[in-house]
């Protein structure tokens, strides 16, 4: 049977440095799980399952600075919107 640790236990692991898993990491960044799993797909290391929150937001770091950034408005204009195509 595991032991379900309280957020406040989390944190306190986060803080010593001891090793999370990701569902722990979510928690101790304060991100979602979901995004927490994207960056173990995209390539964060996990030693036995496990990561400190200070590697895993260093990879985050390392990460994003060559990850490209798309913009959702990149090619959108007036002309686009459909409230203002409607009566064409």
């Known amino acids: 049977m595991k032991i379900q640790l309280s957020s406040q236990e989390i944190i306190t692991r986060a803080r010593e440095g001891m090793a999370l898993n990701l569902k722990e990491l979510a928690i101790a960044t304060g991100y979602g ?3 927490v799993r994207c960056w173990h797909t995209n390539g964060m290391p996990l030693l036995d399952g496990k990561i400190t929150r200070s590697e895993a937001l260093a990879w985050r770091r390392k990460y994003e600075k ?3 950034v798309e913009s959702p408005l990149e090619n959108y204009t007036v002309s686009h919107h459909p409230l203002l195509t409607a009566g064409r």
């Open 33 to 35: 799980y979901s995004t």
């Open 66 to 68: 060559f990850k490209p």
